[in-house]
């Protein structure tokens, strides 16, 4: 599974940003998948994962109600949004997705497989 993050940017507080995340090879869509971020010298963290169904989301308590999961799929690859409301500066981070193929907690240490950062940075 190869994976690319794209939509990140330079924001204001306040606006709001929708990350994608593309999924390719032929088991994509059987794998649940996150988003993670680090922030400048912080660990890196959970923000939100979604189960291969789609029927489950889940969120880091500090973005509930803000930012929104989700997954769909196009003729050729499967695609991870994550849309992001009301940004915060300390949400400013890079923003990972990630792939895991067996479940269990979502830790990074958990999954199989990680796409390139892109960068949010929330600034007035």
């Known amino acids: 599974v190869q994976l690319q993050a794209s939509g990140g940017g330079l924001v204001q507080p306040g606006d709001s940003l929708r990350l994608s995340c593309a999924a390719s090879?032929?088991?994509?869509?059987?794998?649940?998948m996150a988003w993670f971020r680090q922030g400048p010298g912080k660990e890196r963290e959970f923000v939100a994962g979604?189960?291969?169904?789609?029927?489950?989301?889940?969120?880091l308590d500090s973005v509930k109600g803000r930012f929104t999961i989700s997954r769909g799929n196009n003729k050729t690859m499967m695609l991870v949004y994550l849309q992001m409301g009301d940004l915060k500066p300390e949400d400013t981070a890079v923003y990972y997705c990630?792939?895991?193929?067996?479940?269990?907690?979502?830790?990074?240490?958990?999954?199989?497989?990680w796409g390139k950062g892109t960068q949010v940075t929330v600034s007035s």
């Open positions: 979604i189960t291969s169904s789609g029927g489950s989301t889940y969120n």
């Open positions: 090879g032929r088991t994509a869509s059987t794998y649940r």
């Open positions: 990630a792939a895991d193929r067996y479940g269990g907690p979502w830790s990074q240490n958990v999954m199989d497989y």
